[in-house]
C-alpha cells in the first residue's frame, strides 16, 4: 500500500550534511521508503496523504547502550563514581529483577517512555534474570521499539546471592534464554557485563555461543581509570581491556562497546579495524566523573562512534537531550585541548545520534530508500516565538534542544505509526 507523509523533512545523509526538504513528500510503500521528494511524482498522485503541516519530520533516535533494570534509579547516586554507584545502587536495584511481575511494571513504563520520546531502536542491557528479560524483550516489541537485548552474564565481583550467577547457571540461562527469544523484532544480543564481572570459563562459552550462533555481543570498555587498572589485574596477559574480549572470540565486527573514554591509539585503531562499533555516553561519563571522551579523535580515526544515554549513569533517557550532552561535553573536550580538537555541531551530534545508530540494524544513510520508515513528527509551535522568521534547519536545532514528549506528536518504527496524536 502507497501512503505519502508531507512535512519539513530533516535527515542526515552524512556527519556533519543535512537533507532538507522543505514541505517536501516522503512515499513509503508498505511501510519501506521508496524516496524523498520537493515536488510529488506524477505516479503518486493518487497516493494518500497524511499532512503534518508546518511539522518537523526527523528521523527517529537509536539509543545504544542503556541499562533497563537501571530505569528506577534514573538520577541517584550520581555523586559516586563508577564502581562504588554499581555496589550501592545499580547491583541491589539489579537485583529486584528476580521478580517478574515487579519487571512487567517497570518494563512497560520504560518502553512508554522510549517510544514517546522517538527512540525506536536501543542495543538494550537487561538483568541477569531469563524471565525478566522475555518480559523486556515483549514490552519492547509492544510499545514499538525495535533492536537488541541482552541478557547480563556475571558469575563473579557482584554480589553473590542476589545478583551473581555461577559459572555453569550463567551459561545455561543463557543458553534457554536463546531458546526462548521469538520476537519479531527485538532479537538476542550476548552481554558479557563487562571483563571483572566475567570468569574467563564463562567468557570463553559466549565466545564459542556467538560463534555458532552468530550472535552480537555488547559490553563496555575502558570507562574509567580505576575499572582498567582492575582489568589489568585480572588479566595480567592484556595489554589493554580490548583484548580482555579479543582472546575469547568477543571481539568482531558490530560488537557494541560502551563509553571508550580512556581508549588509547592502539585500541581505537583495534576497534577500526575489527568494526566495532563505540557508544558515546556522555551525561554518563561526566555523572560517574569518568571522564570526557575524545570523540572528534575517534571519528577522524575511522572508528564508528554512536550514542547512548546509559540510563542509570546517564540521566536522560530522550536521544535528543543525549545528542546535546554529547555537544557540551565536544565543547568540555574542545576547552580542555585549548582549542586544538573541534567541537561536535549540531548536523554531526544528529547524525551519531540517529543515523549511525540506524546503520547497526542494517539501515542506510538518513531516509534512504529501501529503508523501513524510523521517523518522528515534531511540533514546535509552543516553542518561544522568535521576532523573525526561522529557516527548517534553525527549527531542527531548537528542536534538538528544546523538544519533550510532548512535541512528538506521531512515531514511525519499523515502517508502521506506532505512537499517533492527531
Known sequence: MLEILRGNLVSAPRLGALDVAERGYLVLEDGVIRGVFDKLPAQYAVAPVTDYGDALILQSFA???????????????????????????????????????????????????????????????SSLHTEATWVLMEELERSGVTGYVGKVNMDRNGAPGSLQESTDESVRETIRWLEGCRFDRVKPILTPRFTPSCSDELMAALGRLAAERGLYVQSHLSENVREMEWVRQLHPDCRRYWETYDKFGLWKDHTVMAHCVHSDEVERRAMHRAGV???????????????????????????????????????????????????????????????????????????????????YFGAGEGFAAGDRLHAI???????????????????????????????????????RCVVKKR
Not at 564502581?83 to 521478580?99: H, I, K, S, V
Not at 554518563?284 to 570523540?295: A, E
Not at 533517557?317 to 545528542?323: N, R
Request: glycine letters at 8%.
Open 277 to 359: 562499533a563505540a557508544v558515546h555516553c556522555p551525561a554518563s561519563n561526566v555523572n560517574i566523573c569518568s571522564g570526557v571522551c575524545p570523540v572528534r579523535r575517534m571519528l577522524r580515526e575511522g572508528v564508528w562512534v554512536t550514542l547512548g544515554s546509559d540510563i542509570a549513569g546517564g540521566d536522560q533517557l530522550p536521544m535528543y537531550q543525549v545528542i546535546t550532552a554529547a555537544i557540551r561535553a565536544s565543547k568540555d573536550r574542545h576547552i580542555m585541548d585549548n582549542g586544538s580538537t573541534e567541537f561536535l555541531t549540531v548536523e554531526e551530534a544528529y547524525y551519531l545520534g540517529t543515523t549511525s545508530g540506524h546503520r
Open 63 to 125: 539509543d545504544m547502550h542503556l541499562h533497563a533494570p537501571q530505569y528506577p534509579m534514573l538520577g541517584m547516586g550520581m555523586d559516586l563514581p563508577l564502581l562504588d554507584w554499581l555496589n550501592t545502587y545499580a547491583f541491589p536495584t539489579e537485583a529486584q529483577f528476580a521478580d517478574p511481575d515487579y519487571a512487567r511494571v517497570v518494563y512497560r513504563a520504560l518502553a512508554e517512555d522510549l517510544i514517546a520520546n522517538g527512540t525506536t531502536r536501543v542495543c538494550m542491557f
Open 377 to 415: 513528527v515534531v511540533d514546535d509551535s509552543n516553542f518561544p516565538r522568535s521576532g523573525r522568521p526561522l529557516s527548517v534547519t534553525e527549527r531542527f536545532e531548537r528542536a534538538l534542544y528544546l523538544m519533550g514528549a510532548k512535541n512528538i506528536v506521531a512515531v514511525w518504527s519499523d515502517g
